[in-house]
């Protein structure tokens, strides 16, 4: 009578474990994600040290290995932050803003972005070079910090694409400052900065964790 109720046990364990494992996958596959920022490319919006979520559903469902679609989305809309993955650079992600879908002329002059031949909104802030861009109404933080980024010339954006840029606006942060992409190779939506850690702590100092997390920017939504 003893051994049948083990077994229950182990039984019952067993299937409580698949379960939490079968749940924990599909969260991380189809639902959230999380990763941590290496860059100051979408500085001020996301700096280097950020872990944030990012939503996997949004614009399609894809399989984990090729990432094909099995469940197709919606069309990025003006301002939202996307990750995405280049068909010809697999498994390395991009975080950019979108500010041009299909249709759209754009063309970048000394940081600032022409669409439909008419600049964006921008008012200065208090901090050096930084200033609110507004797009659709969309309102976000960027900076432009020589030395600015440009295009050479304008650029229609095709059917099924969108135009991606970075919010700082500096040639000195990353060399792939802006993008046009195939909406199929968006993987997902930021979302939410859940901690944020100075990366230019000393790591051989004395220092509390309190003092190397950046408690302003923890628990807050990506706009």
């Not at 399609?60 to 990750?83: A, C, K, M, N, Q």
């Not at 995405?84 to 650079?89: L, R, T």
């Not at 975080?95 to 759209?104: A, F, H, N, Q, S």
């Not at 970048?108 to 901090?127: E, W, Y």
Request: aromatic share 12%; hydrophobic share 40%; charged share 20%.
């Amino acid at each position: 009578m003893v051994k049948p109720q083990k077994n229950t046990s182990f039984k019952k364990m067993l299937s409580i474990m698949i379960v939490t494992i079968i749940v924990a996958l599909t969260i991380r596959f189809f639902v959230f994600e999380p990763y941590k920022i290496p860059t100051n490319t979408m500085s001020p919006t996301l700096m280097s040290g950020d872990l944030i979520l990012v939503q996997k559903w949004p614009f399609g469902i894809h399989t984990p290995l090729d990432y094909s679609v099995v469940f197709p989305g919606r069309l990025p809309s003006y301002g939202e932050v996307v990750l995405y993955s280049p068909k010809n650079q697999p498994g390395i992600n991009y975080l950019k803003r979108v500010i041009g879908l299909p249709g759209d002329h754009i063309q970048i002059k000394k940081g600032r972005v022409i669409l439909n031949k008419k600049p964006l909104p921008f008012k200065s802030s208090s901090i050096k070079n930084c200033g609110i861009e507004t797009i659709n109404d969309y309102d976000y933080q960027v900076c432009l910090n020589p030395e600015l980024i440009e295009t050479n010339k304008a650029y229609n954006v095709p059917q099924n694409s969108v135009f991606v840029i970075g919010d700082f606006r500096s040639k000195k942060v990353s060399i792939k400052d802006w993008d046009i992409i195939p909406i199929s190779v968006i993987r997902a939506k930021a979302s939410f900065i859940w901690l944020s850690i100075d990366p230019h702590t000393n790591n051989n100092s004395k220092q509390s964790w309190t003092s190397i997390i950046r408690f302003d920017r923890v628990f807050s939504f990506i706009k």
